[in-house]
């Protein structure tokens, strides 16, 4: 995979949401003064979303929300994670720069946490379709494949998979789903990819952590899509 083709921002791009998470051992500290963090994100991120309580949860588990003002993106910190995500994803590199930077305002409020139990990195993609002949062209899109006995090859009217694969200190999670288009005047195909590392980790060393698990998100995304829909991403004819 091309270096070109991993840092390149498609124009029809499917992605709805990305996000970088980092993972710790509970720290009471971060549950009680959510406000230490909050003061130095209040000027980007104003808007508060506090989790509503469900029965059965863990109040404490449940993160708060510091968005922006049109919810374009935000943060999430709950007693053992910080989270940024994107709506409108700028490209990895401007990601990656507001990422490490609130993940630095979070060492910067909380110092003692330090051993990270977990990094994720998630590209959500919805790709729209409609059907032909009633069943989902999915070999317009995706690089995907199921052969099931007694049934027709490729013949599908609805679609819910999932997969893990083992990677280096880690491992990728992917499902695949019809569902309901963003617009609901549809269908779409989500495409979602978690890559997350949990082996040998510290805070120190995040720069890399979200080098290396976009490197492989992204290009499990390429494999997985077709040349056709590609250029259709690009902008070109097909």
Known sequence: MSKRITSEIYPNT???????EIRFSGEPVVECRRDIFYELVRKDYPGVLVPSTQEGGFVALEPYRFEKEDGSSGVMLAINKLSHYT????GFKDFRKESLNLIN???KAYPKVSRLIRTGFRYVNIIPFTREDGVIPIEKFLNVGLKVPGAIPGKYNNISIGFVVESKGGSITTR???MKAVDRAGEALLLDIDYARTKGLSIASVNKYIDESHECARQLFENLITDNYRSFLRGETV
């Not at 499917?14 to 970088?20: D, K, N, R």
């Not at 709506?87 to 700028?90: D, H, I």
Request: hydrophobic share 40%; glycine share 0%.
């Open 87 to 90: 709506r409108k994803y700028p």
């Open 14 to 20: 499917p992605l709805v949401e990305v996000i970088f």
């Open 176 to 178: 695949i789903e019809t």
């Open 105 to 107: 305002k979070f060492k």
